[in-house]
Nanobody
Framework: QVQVAESGGGSVQAGGSLRLSCAVS????????MGWFRQAPGKEREGVAA???????NYADSVKGRFTISQDNAKKTLYLQMNSLKPEDTAMYYC????????????????????WGQGTQVTVSS
C-alpha cells in the first residue's frame, strides 16, 4: 500500500508564497506518477499540477506561471512551489499517486490516481 502525506500548508497574504511537500512511503518513488489537486469549500476537486515519469509537467490554466511542480527522487518527495498566491487559491491541497495512469502520466484527471493523502490547508487572505 502506497502512503502519501502532504505538509507545508498554511495561511498567507495575497502575493505571498508557500511550498507544499508530499512524502511517499515504501515503494520505489520513480515508478509512481504523481500530481497535486485542490478542493475549495462547496466546489469539486480539481487538478492543479502533475508530473510524468520523464519529468514533463502539466498545469491547470489557473496556476500556470505561478505554481511549479517538482520532485526529488532521492528523498521520495514531491513539491508544489506556489508563488503570487491569490485568495481564489484557498483550498485543501491533496497529493495523489498511481502506478498505472489510465489517462496519461501527467493527467489532471482525478480518476487517474488511486492513492491520496489527507490534504493540507492553504488559506490566502486579501
Amino acid at each position: 500500500q502506497v502512503q502519501v502525506a502532504e505538509s507545508g500548508g498554511g495561511s498567507v497574504q495575497a502575493g505571498g508564497s508557500l511550498r507544499l511537500s508530499c512524502a511517499v512511503s515504501k515503494y520505489a518513488y520513480g515508478s509512481l506518477y504523481m500530481g497535486w489537486f485542490r478542493q475549495a469549500p462547496g466546489k469539486e476537486r480539481e487538478g492543479v499540477a502533475a508530473i510524468d515519469s520523464d519529468g514533463s509537467t502539466n498545469y491547470a490554466d489557473s496556476v500556470k506561471g505561478r505554481f511549479t511542480i517538482s520532485q526529488d527522487n532521492a528523498k521520495k518527495t514531491l513539491y508544489l512551489q506556489m508563488n503570487s498566491l491569490k485568495p481564489e487559491d484557498t483550498a485543501m491541497y491533496y497529493c495523489a499517486a498511481t502506478f498505472s495512469p489510465s489517462y496519461g502520466g501527467s493527467s489532471l484527471r482525478i480518476w487517474n490516481y488511486n492513492y491520496w493523502g489527507q490534504g493540507t490547508q492553504v488559506t490566502v487572505s486579501s
